[in-house]
């Protein structure tokens, strides 16, 4: 079954979602964890939005909204649910509405809850990697062929967007790079080792903490010496 594609929120109906997320993703204390009652009882289609009423659904969309802009990109976000076997995932379809989306199935957004402390961080560490996949599609126009490479420069991207979460919230950085890097490792070789993930993402921490924020130019030339050096 094809996707239904979700409609965009207004910027009135962002700001509160803005606010849910700076509440959310402070790290000195354990999360409320994501109760899946609430995600599926609005679960009428494979892909969904998140409810607008729910705390995860708007925090989720003001995590995306923020850590887009960084990227100056606005993908949208469609939720899968039940067992799909994917994980989350930045996909462009020039000239459709959404031309780019990131799709988060619904069992993932629930492992990582349930199994993690700093749950917030890594699901922001997650978006972050996916948005400069869009930010790589959109330069070339088209949904291409994701390399090492490629996947090496989005890690360096989310650990620049950790650099900066970690200039305003407090969380175990150490632990947060190594789950993305070792939980998210493919055997295939498509994203690099885990130990040029770990670098990456651990340079690009140093580049966000000290730096602070950057213009996009100067982001993709960082990306691309991030990705050689790992």
Not at 1 to 24: C, D, N
């Amino acid at each position: 079954m094809k996707p239904v594609v979700a409609l965009a929120w207004s910027r009135r109906e962002l700001l509160p979602a803005l606010i849910a997320a700076l509440a959310l993703s402070g790290g000195t204390a354990r999360a409320a964890a994501l109760c899946p009652e609430e995600w599926n009882a609005a679960n009428t289609a494979p892909f969904r939005v998140p409810p607008p009423e729910g705390g995860e659904g708007r925090a989720l969309f003001g995590w995306c909204a923020e850590i887009g802009a960084l990227f100056e990109v606005s993908p949208q976000i469609m939720t899968i649910s039940g067992q799909c076997g994917t994980g989350i995932e930045a996909h462009f379809d020039r000239g459709k509405i959404p031309e780019d989306y990131i799709i988060v199935p619904v069992d993932k957004m629930i492992e990582i809850r349930r199994n993690y402390f700093f749950s917030n961080i890594v699901i922001q560490g997650i978006l972050a990697h996916e948005c400069w996949h869009i930010d790589q599609f959109r330069r070339e126009k088209k949904e291409i062929k994701i390399t090492p490479h490629h996947e090496l420069e989005a890690d360096g991207m989310a650990g620049y967007a950790l650099g900066l979460l970690k200039r305003d919230h407090d969380f175990d950085v150490r632990a947060v790079i190594r789950w993305l890097s070792v939980r998210t490792d493919h055997s295939d070789g498509s994203h690099g080792t885990s130990e040029q993930r770990q670098n990456a993402l651990s340079w690009g921490f140093e580049y966000g903490f000290t730096e602070g924020r950057q213009p996009l130019k100067i982001l993709r030339q960082s990306a691309q010496q991030l990705a050689e050096a790992a």
